[in-house]
Protein backbone atom coordinates (compact mmCIF):
# COMPACT_ATOMS: atom_id res chain seq x y z
CA UNK A 1 0.00 0.00 0.00
CA UNK A 2 1.62 3.08 -0.95
CA UNK A 3 1.83 5.70 1.23
CA UNK A 4 0.48 9.70 -0.32
CA UNK A 5 2.12 12.88 1.89
CA UNK A 6 -0.28 15.76 2.32
CA UNK A 7 0.11 18.95 0.54
CA UNK A 8 0.67 20.57 3.85
CA UNK A 9 2.85 18.65 5.01
CA UNK A 10 5.14 18.53 1.83
CA UNK A 11 5.23 22.27 2.27
CA UNK A 12 5.87 22.00 5.94
CA UNK A 13 8.89 19.74 5.30
CA UNK A 14 10.35 21.93 2.13
CA UNK A 15 10.06 25.22 4.48
CA UNK A 16 11.99 23.19 7.11
CA UNK A 17 14.53 22.21 5.16
CA UNK A 18 14.66 25.72 3.12
CA UNK A 19 15.29 27.29 7.11
CA UNK A 20 17.87 24.58 7.71
CA UNK A 21 19.93 25.11 4.85
CA UNK A 22 19.14 29.21 5.40
CA UNK A 23 20.91 28.63 9.17
CA UNK A 24 24.00 26.74 8.41
CA UNK A 25 24.57 29.15 5.32
CA UNK A 26 24.45 32.02 7.48
CA UNK A 27 26.65 30.61 10.35
CA UNK A 28 29.06 29.17 8.05
CA UNK A 29 28.54 33.07 6.34
CA UNK A 30 29.39 34.55 9.58
CA UNK A 31 32.50 32.38 10.33
CA UNK A 32 34.04 33.74 7.44
CA UNK A 33 33.21 36.93 7.70
CA UNK A 34 34.37 37.15 11.15
CA UNK A 35 38.25 35.82 10.14
CA UNK A 36 38.04 38.66 7.60
CA UNK A 37 37.26 40.94 9.88
CA UNK A 38 39.78 40.08 12.07
CA UNK A 39 42.72 39.44 9.45
CA UNK A 40 41.70 43.06 8.73
CA UNK A 41 42.10 44.10 12.27
CA UNK A 42 45.76 42.31 12.49
CA UNK A 43 46.73 44.01 8.85
CA UNK A 44 45.83 47.42 10.61
CA UNK A 45 47.76 47.28 12.98
CA UNK A 46 50.48 46.04 11.73
CA UNK A 47 50.75 48.65 9.25
CA UNK A 48 49.93 51.18 11.95
CA UNK A 49 53.47 52.35 12.22
CA UNK A 50 53.64 52.93 8.67
CA UNK A 51 50.60 55.22 9.17
CA UNK A 52 52.33 57.44 11.46
CA UNK A 53 55.37 57.81 9.79
CA UNK A 54 53.38 58.56 6.46
CA UNK A 55 51.68 61.19 7.97
CA UNK A 56 54.28 62.78 9.98
CA UNK A 57 57.03 62.40 6.24
CA UNK A 58 53.98 64.52 4.68
CA UNK A 59 53.78 66.91 7.28
CA UNK A 60 57.53 67.62 7.53
CA UNK A 61 58.89 66.81 4.55
CA UNK A 62 60.16 70.10 2.69
CA UNK A 63 59.14 69.08 -0.44
CA UNK A 64 56.26 66.89 -2.35
CA UNK A 65 56.51 63.25 -1.69
CA UNK A 66 57.61 60.91 -4.41
CA UNK A 67 54.66 58.57 -4.24
CA UNK A 68 56.30 55.49 -6.55
CA UNK A 69 60.01 56.04 -5.28
CA UNK A 70 58.66 56.03 -2.13
CA UNK A 71 56.43 52.70 -2.78
CA UNK A 72 59.28 51.01 -4.68
CA UNK A 73 61.58 51.61 -1.59
CA UNK A 74 59.40 50.00 0.19
CA UNK A 75 58.62 47.21 -1.57
CA UNK A 76 62.72 46.81 -1.54
CA UNK A 77 62.80 47.48 1.77
CA UNK A 78 60.06 44.69 2.73
CA UNK A 79 62.59 41.66 0.82
CA UNK A 80 65.43 42.95 2.33
CA UNK A 81 64.05 42.60 5.75
CA UNK A 82 63.40 38.96 4.35
CA UNK A 83 67.36 38.57 5.24
CA UNK A 84 67.74 36.32 1.81
CA UNK A 85 70.64 37.27 -0.25
CA UNK A 86 69.31 35.42 -3.19
CA UNK A 87 65.83 37.57 -2.99
CA UNK A 88 65.83 41.10 -4.23
CA UNK A 89 63.03 43.47 -6.12
CA UNK A 90 63.11 45.61 -8.72
CA UNK A 91 60.57 48.25 -9.90
CA UNK A 92 59.16 47.80 -13.03
CA UNK A 93 61.72 50.27 -15.00
CA UNK A 94 65.03 48.32 -13.53
CA UNK A 95 63.05 44.66 -14.14
CA UNK A 96 63.05 46.15 -17.76
CA UNK A 97 66.43 47.23 -18.04
CA UNK A 98 67.51 43.93 -16.12
CA UNK A 99 66.07 41.89 -19.02
CA UNK A 100 67.19 44.15 -21.54
CA UNK A 101 70.92 43.88 -19.94
CA UNK A 102 70.68 39.85 -20.14
CA UNK A 103 69.29 39.07 -22.87
CA UNK A 104 71.19 36.79 -24.94
CA UNK A 105 74.04 36.97 -22.68
CA UNK A 106 75.96 33.83 -21.56
CA UNK A 107 78.77 33.61 -19.91
CA UNK A 108 80.89 30.85 -19.73
CA UNK A 109 83.17 28.76 -22.31
CA UNK A 110 80.23 27.30 -24.32
CA UNK A 111 80.09 23.84 -22.78
CA UNK A 112 77.04 21.89 -21.83
CA UNK A 113 77.64 18.95 -19.05
CA UNK A 114 76.20 16.38 -17.77
CA UNK A 115 76.76 14.14 -14.58
CA UNK A 116 75.90 10.51 -14.36
CA UNK A 117 75.63 8.58 -11.50
CA UNK A 118 79.35 7.95 -11.79
CA UNK A 119 79.72 11.75 -10.46
CA UNK A 120 82.07 12.33 -13.57
CA UNK A 121 80.90 15.54 -15.86
CA UNK A 122 81.08 14.12 -19.21
CA UNK A 123 81.01 16.69 -22.34
CA UNK A 124 77.48 16.58 -24.21
CA UNK A 125 77.80 19.58 -26.22
CA UNK A 126 80.61 22.43 -26.85
CA UNK A 127 78.84 25.85 -28.48
CA UNK A 128 79.83 26.89 -31.88
CA UNK A 129 82.37 29.73 -31.76
CA UNK A 130 83.16 29.18 -28.09
CA UNK A 131 86.27 29.36 -26.06
CA UNK A 132 85.72 25.52 -25.29
CA UNK A 133 85.60 24.67 -29.10
CA UNK A 134 88.56 26.62 -29.83
CA UNK A 135 90.42 24.92 -27.20
CA UNK A 136 89.48 21.94 -28.66
CA UNK A 137 87.09 20.51 -26.75
CA UNK A 138 84.68 17.79 -27.82
CA UNK A 139 80.88 16.71 -27.21
CA UNK A 140 81.99 13.23 -25.34
CA UNK A 141 85.19 14.62 -23.38
CA UNK A 142 84.74 13.95 -20.01
CA UNK A 143 85.98 16.37 -17.22
CA UNK A 144 87.39 14.54 -14.16
CA UNK A 145 90.23 14.38 -12.15
CA UNK A 146 93.37 14.77 -14.20
CA UNK A 147 91.40 16.82 -17.45
CA UNK A 148 90.58 15.69 -20.51
CA UNK A 149 90.48 12.19 -21.23
CA UNK A 150 88.90 11.48 -18.18
CA UNK A 151 90.55 9.86 -15.18
CA UNK A 152 89.41 8.47 -12.34
CA UNK A 153 87.36 10.17 -9.80
CA UNK A 154 89.14 12.41 -7.16
CA UNK A 155 88.57 11.25 -3.50
CA UNK A 156 85.50 13.24 -2.47
CA UNK A 157 86.49 17.19 -1.92
CA UNK A 158 89.36 17.65 -3.84
CA UNK A 159 89.83 19.68 -6.44
CA UNK A 160 91.54 20.15 -9.46
CA UNK A 161 91.80 21.86 -12.64
CA UNK A 162 90.09 19.86 -15.53
CA UNK A 163 90.59 21.75 -18.67
CA UNK A 164 91.92 25.70 -19.61
CA UNK A 165 90.60 27.60 -22.33
CA UNK A 166 91.05 30.82 -24.19
CA UNK A 167 88.51 33.24 -23.05
CA UNK A 168 88.34 36.60 -24.89
CA UNK A 169 92.06 37.57 -24.13
CA UNK A 170 92.61 35.38 -21.03
CA UNK A 171 93.08 31.55 -19.77
CA UNK A 172 89.96 30.01 -18.29
CA UNK A 173 90.88 27.19 -15.78
CA UNK A 174 87.61 25.16 -15.23
CA UNK A 175 87.93 23.14 -11.96
CA UNK A 176 86.28 20.17 -10.90
CA UNK A 177 86.00 19.45 -7.57
CA UNK A 178 84.37 15.97 -6.30
CA UNK A 179 81.98 16.58 -4.03
Known amino acids: ME ?10 LMALTSAVTFVLTLSVSRTVFNSKVSEIDRLAEKYARLDELDAVVRREFYQEVPEEDVLDGMLMGYVYGLGDRYSTYRSDREYEEYQDNNAGVYVGIGITVQVPESGDAQIVDVSEGGSAEKAGIEAGDWLGGGGIPRQPAEPPGRCQPASTARWGGDWLHVICCCY
Do not use: D
Open 3 to 12: KKIGFGAALS
